[in-house]
């Protein structure tokens, strides 16, 4: 059990699972999904689970391996994720929202939020609030639809209204 005694959270709900597929869409030969962005292939797979990264002239995949290789990612991600979040008592919606985040901008990005920072110090609508900073890429807004990055804003919204659902 964990705090309050609570059901410990250790990775990622079938739903989130699913839902990141969704939102990462199939692709089952590699491209780039937005300029200034790395390879990617099946659910925005940038790296195969052997380490070797996503090639541009990489062979394509079918779903059943995209969804393997998205599953395998995100229960590795997990593994750091939760070193990241020990003793802050969460819910599985906000855990799957932030690893989802995690997922999409990597643990490094995760680890020097001020999303994290907000949860350590128990100040989840702050943390929610802080997911809305993090709408650039490549030095572009994505909140503003003709920088054709506006598929980042809007997963950003969905994570912030989602957390604020349960906060």
């Known amino acids: 059990m964990g705090i309050g005694g609570q059901k410990m959270i250790t990775g990622p709900s079938d739903e989130q699972i699913q839902a990141t597929a969704i939102k990462e869409g199939f692709t089952p030969k590699p491209v780039i999904p937005v300029k200034g962005d790395v390879p990617t292939i099946g659910h925005g797979t940038t790296v195969y689970p052997n380490g070797v990264?996503?090639?541009?002239?990489?062979?394509?995949?079918?779903?059943?391996?995209?969804?393997?290789y998205l599953k395998l990612h995100m229960d590795k991600d997990a593994q750091r994720f939760n070193k990241t979040?020990?003793?802050i008592p969460i819910s599985q919606p906000e855990y799957d929202l932030y690893l989802d985040f995690t997922y999409q901008y990597g643990t490094s990005a995760w680890s020097g939020s001020s999303m994290l920072r907000h949860l350590k110090a128990r100040e989840y609508i702050q943390a929610c609030k802080?997911?809305?900073?993090?709408?650039?890429?490549?030095?572009?807004?994505?909140?503003?639809?003709?920088?054709?990055?506006?598929?980042v804003w809007t997963r950003q919204v969905e994570r912030y209204n989602k957390c604020m659902g349960v906060n």
């Open 53 to 68: 990264r996503v090639k541009m002239t990489d062979p394509a995949i079918d779903r059943k391996q995209a969804f393997e």
């Open 130 to 151: 802080s997911l809305l900073k993090w709408k650039y890429v490549a030095k572009r807004d994505c909140s503003i639809r003709s920088n054709n990055c506006y598929g």
């Open 85 to 87: 979040i020990l003793n």
